[in-house]
């Protein structure tokens, strides 16, 4: 017998029968043919209409249509894709997967390929409610199993619906309907630095009705780390940094779309995911020793982030970006003096992608720090 989510219309991801009738009515839409196009190329650019109209419901279209997108996007811009810890999430039960976030879209879409990879059921996923910026992006993200996590509601309403949420996620987790993935922090890392906000920790805890200890225990929290070689809008991160250093940073319209688009293309090298050890009881238990609400939540933060950064995989890019940040050869034999060519010739060549008024010197220290901040969180954790 299926849930009664009523409470939660407003935020709840498309059952079978709205994700079919959504999908079929945008099956023929022109975006549609270009994505058929670009990666079927071998095809009809009808191709991915054709699939989409003999979906039968959710499972459907994520197993046959995402699923099989999902690995052509890796064929076409990324090197070799990986993942680690999955044995953390293989015993049936509900979590709450909570990562860092460097992609709009990929970062979820790849943890959902780890779980098919592993007969582990899809997670839903909390997406922020700006992203929908039109009917065929709402209808594909939301048939994807996606919560609505409301964005740019005023200030009064913010209380009740993040209650919502919580309310929702822990449901989902704890009768067994489904396990949920959320970034540690809204909106993606722009600076390479991975950290909660102590903000969501805290609304997770809203719709708690036992003790701390118990209702932490209830979401089996398991951090995962996502580490790109080649960071998904890089040189678009760095110029708002710059930008945001002056003035308030407004976005043009479009540019989450942009944004979504330019990270799917663009190459990405090598792909890791770890997903690392759920947290446990005894880690919550010494967080409730705090005497202090905002202790508690600190101490979960931290637990969180620490995972995190300790499963975050460097790469040679890491490394070089460090190095010739410092002006130094610290961590040379990662890397060769090729290697290293390489990866200057790239960085100008992003650099130039943006307006040229746009000051070099802080754009470039800007844009490397992206690169080589990861290190520097390992370093702060490790001493």
């Not at 109209?53 to 197993?63: A, G, P």
């Not at 999955?86 to 779980?115: T, W, Y």
């Not at 309907?177 to 630095?193: D, E, L, Y």
């Not at 989450?256 to 446990?280: A, V």
Request: charged fraction near 25%; charge should be neutral.
């Amino acid at each position: 017998m299926a849930s009664d989510l009523s409470e939660f219309e407003e935020i709840r991801p498309y059952n079978d029968e709205e994700a079919v009738a959504k999908l079929n009515k945008y099956a023929g839409h022109p975006l549609l043919a270009q994505v058929s196009h670009y990666y079927y190329p071998e095809k009809d650019s009808s191709y991915l209409g054709e699939k989409i109209k003999n979906i039968k419901n959710v499972d459907d279209f994520q197993s046959f249509i995402i699923i099989d997108i999902l690995e052509r996007i890796i064929r076409k811009s990324a090197g070799k894709f990986s993942y680690s810890g999955v044995e953390h999430i293989k015993d049936g039960g509900k979590f709450l997967a909570m990562s860092n976030h460097r992609d709009i879209v990929l970062d979820p879409a790849f943890i959902q390929l780890i779980l098919f990879k592993n007969g582990i059921p899809f997670s839903e996923i909390a997406v922020g409610s700006n992203l929908l910026q039109n009917e065929l992006i709402e209808t594909l993200i939301r048939s994807n199993r996606m919560i609505k996590v409301l964005r740019g509601i005023p200030v009064r309403e913010q209380y009740i619906t993040s209650q919502l949420l919580s309310k929702y996620i822990r449901e989902s987790i704890t009768t067994g309907r489904s396990s949920v993935w959320i970034a540690q922090r809204q909106g993606r890392s722009k600076n390479g630095i991975d950290e909660t906000e102590q903000g969501l920790i805290k609304m997770l805890d809203m719709s708690g009705q036992k003790g701390f200890v118990e209702d932490f225990e209830d979401l089996n929290i398991v951090p995962m780390s996502i580490s790109y070689e080649y960071e998904p809008c890089d040189i678009l991160k760095a110029r708002e940094m710059l930008i945001s250093k002056t003035q308030k940073y407004i976005k043009s319209a479009g540019e989450d779309t942009n944004s979504i688009l330019m990270g799917i293309k663009n190459y990405k090298g090598n792909i890791h995911i770890s997903i690392g050890t759920p947290i446990s009881s005894s880690e919550i238990s010494a967080a409730a020793l705090c005497n202090v609400a905002n202790d508690r939540y600190r101490w979960m933060r931290h637990l969180i982030d620490n995972r995190i950064i300790l499963g975050y995989k460097l790469w040679k890019t890491n490394y070089i970006a460090y190095d010739m940040l410092q002006n130094s050869s610290r961590f040379s034999k990662f890397y060769s003096e090729s290697d290293k060519a390489n990866f200057e010739a790239y960085v100008e060549k992003q650099m130039a992608l943006v307006e040229p008024e746009l000051d070099r010197s802080d754009l470039r220290e800007i844009f490397l720090g992206i690169y080589a901040n990861p290190i520097l969180s390992k370093e702060k954790l490790f001493g």
